[in-house]
């Protein structure tokens, strides 16, 4: 079993930073695709940003690109999230996952963090 603890969230102003971190509890997490989600409310939970096990494949959602940065530490079973330029459209739940496979589909991954609040405000 694999479990995930996000944190760095937050309260910023539009423009500003956070840098989100996700641990995981096992060193098996060094072999999964890492992702991050997020969630607003009254919307559903969704893609930002995926790094594959080696760090060397990473996909974003076009809202984020060029904006958020996801990066992992393997030797610290820690994956990362640097956001900059953030804006208040942004201000969600952010989730990290792990999952065998890369991929922008919330339903495939197997694991998830209980979630850090990230509040943007104008």
């Known amino acids: 079993q694999v479990q995930l603890v996000e944190s760095g969230g937050g309260l910023v102003q539009a423009g500003g930073s956070l840098r989100l971190s996700c641990v995981a509890s096992a060193r098996t997490v060094s072999s999964y695709a890492m992702g991050w989600f997020r969630q607003a409310p009254g919307k559903e939970r969704e893609f930002v940003a995926v790094?594959?096990?080696?760090?060397?494949?990473?996909y974003y959602a076009a809202s984020v690109k060029g904006r958020f940065t996801i990066s992992r530490d393997n030797a610290k079973n820690t994956v990362y999230l640097q956001m900059n330029s953030l804006k208040p459209e942004d201000t969600a739940v952010y989730y990290c996952?792990?999952?065998?496979?890369?991929?922008?589909?919330?339903?495939?991954?197997?694991?998830w963090g209980q979630g850090t609040q990230v509040t943007v405000s104008s």
């Open positions: 996952a792990a999952d065998v496979g890369v991929g922008t589909r919330a339903a495939q991954y197997d694991y």
């Open positions: 790094t594959s096990w080696s760090g060397r494949t990473t």
